[in-house]
């Protein structure tokens, strides 16, 4: 049997806020150069339809237009073609909320946002429910990655769904939100 292709159907959003500081606090992180490279050549390798960074700060998402200027009308481009076409999903935007416009405004219809995180939750999906879910549905599916110590409880109640942790050995569970990411992109999305 087939498995259906639900790739075209994805997209991920890093936010940059609300998120919490290491003392809970609600807060809004620096966006890094590597976050906005490799999470687009993960997009880019697993087929997703987009890759939103969510931050409010203007000056953090002037500065990541201008890396993405450089790798899309830049030297850089010219240099590594392979980054400028990775790059080619990327989108900023100030809010979740503009995530959502877009994404159902291309779809004309509801997106179904999957929130991720270190701790366990209530009623979380394992990656192998998950991506059934994604197989037998229509999407559109938005996976939410957060930054710092993780999404605010508030992103939770907003999903409609959430995604177990990813678990490794023992009781240490602080992945970086890149390497979060990449697991979870080939459990959903990998070749099986």
Known sequence: MEMAQVGPKVSIALLHYPVYDRNRREVATAVTNLDLHDLARMARTYGLFRYYVVTPVLEQRIL????????????????????????????????????????????NRKVQVIATGACPRKGALSCGELRRTMEEGNGPYLLLFGTGWGLTDELFERADLILEPIKGSGDYNHLPVRAAAAIILDRLLGER
């Open 64 to 107: 990541a237009e201008r890396i993405r200027g450089h790798w899309q009308d830049g030297a850089g481009g010219n240099y590594n073609p392979d980054r400028r076409e990775a790059l080619k999903l990327l989108q900023i935007v100030p809010g979740l909320d503009d995530v959502l416009a877009d994404l159902e405004n291309i779809n």
